[in-house]
T-cell receptor, first 116, second 113 residues
Framework: GAGVSQTPSNKVTEKGKYVELRCDPISGHTALYWYRQSLGQGPEFLIYFQGTGAADDSGLPNDRFFAVRPEGSVSTLKIQRTERGDSAVYLC??????????????FGPGTRLTVL | AQSVTQLGSHVSVSEGALVLLRCNYSSSVPPYLFWYVQYPNQGLQLLLKYTSAATLVKGINGFEAEFKKSETSFHLTKPSAHMSDAAEYFCAVSETGGFKTIFGAGTRLFVKA
């Protein structure tokens, strides 16, 4: 079946603008994750959803970042008043809810955000 | 708080040589541990995972890792490197069954002919 997809693949914006990044998880996966990966670093946890609700948003760096998943499937990561330091690859992943088995996360290709 | 340290941002081996990528973790509860691989221009994919069932875990492509609680380590090994193993490898830890997951900075593996 189809994997995790993310759109757009690349986004260039200007400092101060608002951006939305979209993630389509694997069908039937109830858990969805957002990460940020800066150059030369590993993925940095931002937030994860179980169904429609944010189960853990402790990784969101500040209140300019917000994510939603209104119908428990597609998710949107929203960044207000973008700053140059927000430039990174934003990764989305999804998984089933079998947490007790050591959940495997399936990753999308990422959205490369560049803030000029 | 959980954290991961990967020793060596770059590792270079010759084809056919042993691969050893080091990972140490910190966790306040028995952790779940993972190794993910990222091939050039591809997304991350799971290599293997430790969930307390067995300390020696076998993964895809001939990789394995051993959980050593006394050393808080989860090093990744492969007996004989292949050119196709060249990629970036990430160790990760989760205290919540694999939901909130913390990744290390990654180790880039180079394989020389």
């Amino acid at each position: 079946g189809a994997g995790v997809s993310q759109t757009p693949s690349n986004k260039v914006t200007e400092k101060g603008k608002y951006v939305e990044l979209r993630c389509d998880p694997i069908s039937g996966h109830t858990a969805l994750y957002w990460y940020r990966q800066s150059l030369g670093q590993g993925p940095e946890f931002l937030i994860y959803f179980q169904g429609t609700g944010a189960a853990d948003d402790s990784g969101l760096p500040n209140d300019r970042f917000f994510a939603v998943r209104p119908e428990g499937s597609v998710s949107t990561l929203k960044i207000q008043r973008t700053e140059r330091g927000d430039s990174a690859v934003y990764l989305c992943a999804s998984s089933s809810s079998s947490g007790g088995e050591g959940n495997e996360q399936f990753f999308g290709p990422g959205t490369r955000l560049t803030v000029l | 708080a959980q954290s991961v340290t990967q020793l060596g941002s770059h590792v270079s081996v010759s084809e056919g040589a042993l691969v050893l990528l080091r990972c140490n973790y910190s966790s306040s509860v028995p952790p779940y541990l993972f190794w993910y691989v990222q091939y050039p221009n591809q997304g991350l994919q799971l290599l293997l995972k430790y969930t307390s069932a067995a300390t020696l875990v076998k993964g895809i492509n001939g990789f394995e890792a051993e959980f050593k609680k006394s050393e808080t380590s989860f090093h990744l090994t492969k007996p004989s490197a292949h050119m196709s193993d060249a990629a970036e490898y990430f160790c990760a830890v989760s205290e919540t069954g694999g939901f909130k997951t913390i990744f290390g900075a990654g180790t880039r593996l180079f394989v020389k002919a």
